[in-house]
């Protein structure tokens, strides 16, 4: 069955440097998030892209944030300068036309 | 805005149990109510939904009805297994200009005891 893969599964970065997460969507699938998890809390929304572009995104996605679909498979989250406060579980998900998504199993992200 | 409240846990349960993990939710409009759930170490995975009032969305039997009186989606199964033993997020969905960005809630730890 066609999955979401997302990697690395935990990187663990210093504070003040570039981070990139890696997502591989489902082939067919044409909408894209990035969701983040901290422990013990909610998930919550980051940023939606459809159509090679941002469709929408959250308070929390601020300019430290972008994604990028480079090649027409991956989907990439670059946080330009990592807090502590970004250590979370970051999940990508896509979905088709309709109103599932579908998730990876996340990347663990610690940033000392 | 939309919430999703579930009920803490962990919940912990010998097996054979009868489990029921409650959630309920405030939204504008007539959201879906899902259920997600997540295994060790792996992705959140869609347990089952429902869309309109009274559905019963059911699956690996779990089941949830779509209560709109109470705006509750409580999850049942009537005796659990050791490998149900996971994380389950209750989410509504609401469409929003062809937006579908679930609303997840906490999160429910059970473990199942054998």
């Known amino acids: 069955e066609p999955e979401v893969t997302q990697t690395p599964s935990h990187q663990v970065t210093q504070m003040g440097q570039e981070v990139i997460l890696r997502c591989v969507p489902i082939s067919n699938h044409l909408y894209f998030y990035w969701y983040r998890q901290i422990l013990g809390q909610k998930v919550e929304f980051l940023v939606s892209?459809?159509?090679?572009?941002?469709?929408?995104k959250s308070e929390i996605f601020d300019d430290q944030f972008s994604v990028e679909r480079p090649d027409g498979s991956n989907f990439t989250l670059k946080i330009r300068s990592t807090k502590l406060e970004d250590s979370a579980m970051y999940f990508c998900a896509s979905r088709p036309q309709g109103n599932i998504q579908y998730f990876g199993a996340g990347t663990r992200l610690s940033v000392l | 805005g939309n919430s999703v409240t579930q009920m803490e846990g962990p919940v912990t349960l010998s097996e054979e149990a009868f489990l029921t993990i409650n959630c309920t939710y405030t939204a504008t409009g007539y959201p879906s109510l899902f259920w997600y759930v997540q295994y060790p170490g792996e992705g959140l995975q869609l347990l089952l939904k429902?869309?309109?009032?009274?559905d019963k969305g059911s699956n690996k039997g779990f089941e949830a009805t779509y209560r709109k009186e109470t705006t509750s989606f409580h999850l049942e199964k009537g005796s659990v297994q050791v490998s149900d033993s996971a994380v389950y997020f209750c989410a509504l969905s609401a469409s929003s200009g062809g937006s579908y960005i679930p609303t997840f809630g906490r999160g429910t730890s059970l473990i199942v005891h054998p």
């Open positions: 892209f459809y159509n090679n572009e941002i469709s929408e």
């Open positions: 429902a869309t309109k009032a009274d």
